[in-house]
Each structure stands twice: as structure tokens, then as C-alpha cells.
């Protein structure tokens, strides 16, 4: 865009400097042969010609200032209209509040606007104007993402949308929605000179998605995993372990607590049951939530299953205590093993 600018200025000012040219030489050509000519006193001839000059003085100067004036106007025009262009431009990166970033590949110079820098919670003496700066606060395991993505952009020079996370000021990491493209290229050497682009705060959108996927798998009374998450454990587990009990765990008289102290004492005892479960269990067995008061659990070590289901047991021979109820529960477990009972989750 800035290049056809230019070159509307270029020929703006070649259109003047071309009228004047030819009207300078016809004016000189025509004018005194049509003087000799006409007039043949030296005297009177001299004094006509000076005449003549001065009006050519006023009429050359009268259609410059005509032709400069519309070509000033023209460019104040083109810059109003850049300005405009620009104001808008910001007015939509501070709307969307966008952080914008500029690159000099060239010399690593790296700038960026305030609202990038609120994102890491930082002030400008906190921040060099370099990439590597930059670089090194993101999240380790995330640099390969915006590496590749810059590489690709520079081989393809197509545009780019990433997500990766970055170092706050205050130690926690924020996600960052990033886009970029080169937007400068060497005519002569066709090598990429500056790159620019965005940067978004979507670490709330990130945790939203987390949260939505915790309880697409999980129990959200007791945070256990639930059955859809138990189905995807079991088929897992089915093809790479040798042995796999499968333990079934149903509580006893659960429903009498529900009917008689009401649903938000049970959903207590619950999460107390679920608790007391899951700090009996080793660290590679796996625990699911399935029902109302039914619990699910799957381990790898065969000699354990006995000892697990007594201690199970044993966990609920401790009275449980919710204001002023105190009551006890039992549990009735079965017991399912593969490859001797089945293959597969049903």
C-alpha cells in the first residue's frame, strides 16, 4: 500500500514538472518568433521581450503554485486518510484488547504495546527490546510451538494462530492466543525484515474448557473420575496390563441416611466415603464414582486385591459424624478379574 502511495507521488510530480517543461518551451519558441516578426524596432523589441519575461514569470509561477497547491492537498489528503486508518486500527486492537507485537528480524529488535505487557503483568523497564527476552518467558515445554510456527510462516509466508502459555510477573502461567505473519519482505533478496502480530489473554477461556472437561469425566459431588472416565481407564488398562480386578464397592443401608436425614447429609457421608476409599488404594490403583452410593476400583496387583478389600472395609468400621447424626455404613464388594472373568468393560 505504501509502495503505490509512493509511486502516485512520483508521478503526481512528474505530470508538474512535465506541464511546466512544456509550456516553458512552447512559450519560449512561439512567443519570440511571433515578436520578430511582428515587431522590427530593436529598441521596442527589447523592452517587449522584457515585458514578456515578467509575464512569463507571473503565468509560470501562478500555474506552479496551482499545480503544488493540488498536489500538497493531495498528499494531506493520503496522510489524513493513513492517520485515520491507523486511529482505527488502534481503536480496534485497544476494543478487542489485543496485545501487539512487532519484530525486526533483522536486528531482533522487539516491540510491543501496553496491553501485551498488562497481560504478563508487567511495566516497560521490565521487559528488554529484544526477542530472546521474550522468548525465554514462555513455558518450556511450549517453545517448540511458537518456533515452528514462525519458521513455517517464513518458508510459507501464510499467517499463523497459536496457543501457548506464558510467565507472569508474579510466578503463574497465563495462556496466550498468538498470531503473526511477516509483514515486511527485502525486494532485492526476498529475506523476511520485519514480522508483527497479536497476542490474546485466553487463559480464562482455557480454564473454562479444563473445568468442562473435568466434569465430562469426573463426579463433581466427590471429584472421583465417573463412569465414562472408568470405561476409558478399563480399555486402557485391558491393553497393556497382564492382570486387572475389577472391584465393585455398593454401600450398605446408604438409602435409609438419604430417607431419614435428607440429601445433604448423604452427599456428606459421600464425600467422606469417597475420601476414606481413595487413601486406602495404592498409587497405581484407580478409583471411580459410578452412582448414588456405588464405587468402582481397578488395580494391577493381584496379590493385593484380598488386603484391599479388607482394608476398604475397615475404612467404614470409623462412625461417621455430620452435625449431630453419627451413624455407621457397610459395603458389600464384588470382585471381577481378566483375564479370567472377561475382556472387556461390560
Avoid at 125 to 150: K, S
Avoid at 272 to 292: H, M, N, Q, T, Y
Avoid at 314 to 323: A, H, N, R, V
Wanted: hydrophobic share 45%.
Amino acid at each position: 500500500m505504501l509502495k503505490g502511495a509512493w509511486m502516485r507521488v512520483v508521478l503526481s510530480t512528474l505530470r508538474i514538472v512535465f506541464a511546466y517543461a512544456v509550456f516553458s518551451t512552447l512559450w519560449i519558441l512561439f512567443s519570440d518568433t511571433l515578436l520578430h516578426y511582428l515587431v522590427e524596432n530593436p529598441h521596442k523589441l527589447t523592452t517587449i521581450q522584457t515585458y514578456k519575461g515578467l509575464f512569463f514569470i507571473g503565468v509560470t509561477t501562478l500555474l506552479l503554485f496551482i499545480l503544488i497547491r493540488t498536489q500538497i492537498s493531495q498528499l494531506y489528503a493520503m496522510q489524513r486518510k493513513i492517520n485515520e486508518n491507523a486511529q482505527r486500527l488502534n481503536y480496534v486492537i485497544q476494543g478487542a484488547h489485543l496485545g501487539y507485537w512487532d519484530w525486526n528480524y533483522r536486528t531482533n529488535k522487539h516491540l510491543v504495546n501496553d496491553t501485551w505487557l498488562s497481560f504478563l503483568g508487567l511495566e516497560r523497564h521490565d521487559i528488554q527490546e529484544d526477542v530472546t527476552d521474550w522468548l525465554e518467558r514462555i513455558h518450556p515445554d511450549d517453545r517448540y510451538i511458537p518456533r515452528e510456527a514462525i519458521a513455517k510462516t517464513l518458508q510459507d509466508g501464510k499467517p499463523y494462530v497459536i496457543e501457548f502459555r506464558m510467565q507472569h510477573k508474579q510466578g503463574h502461567w497465563v495462556w496466550i492466543e498468538g498470531s503473526g505473519a511477516v509483514v515486511e519482505w527485502d525486494e532485492a533478496t526476498a529475506e523476511p525484515i520485519r514480522l508483527a502480530g497479536t497476542h490474546r489473554d485466553i487463559t480464562e477461556r482455557k480454564e473454562a474448557e479444563e473445568k468442562m472437561l473435568f466434569l465430562a469425566r469426573n463426579d463433581a459431588l466427590t471429584k472421583l473420575p465417573n463412569r465414562t472416565f472408568l470405561k476409558q481407564a478399563l480399555e486402557g488398562f485391558l491393553k497393556k496390563e497382564q492382570f486387572i480386578a475389577f472391584l465393585f464397592l455398593d454401600l450398605d443401608f446408604f438409602k435409609n441416611i438419604n430417607d431419614i436425614y435428607g440429601h445433604s447429609v448423604g452427599d456428606s457421608v459421600i464425600q467422606e466415603v469417597a475420601f476414606r476409599f481413595k487413601s486406602s488404594l495404592e498409587e497405581s490403583d484407580f478409583i471411580a464414582r459410578v452412582g448414588g452410593d456405588e464405587f468402582a476400583i481397578l488395580t494391577k496387583n493381584a496379590s493385593h486385591v484380598e488386603a484391599l478389600c479388607h482394608q476398604l472395609i475397615q475404612t467404614l468400621e470409623k462412625p461417621f459424624t455430620i452435625g449431630d447424626a453419627t451413624f455407621k455404613l457397610g459395603v458389600s464388594i464384588g470382585i471381577a478379574s481378566f483375564p479370567k472373568d472377561g475382556e472387556n468393560f461390560e
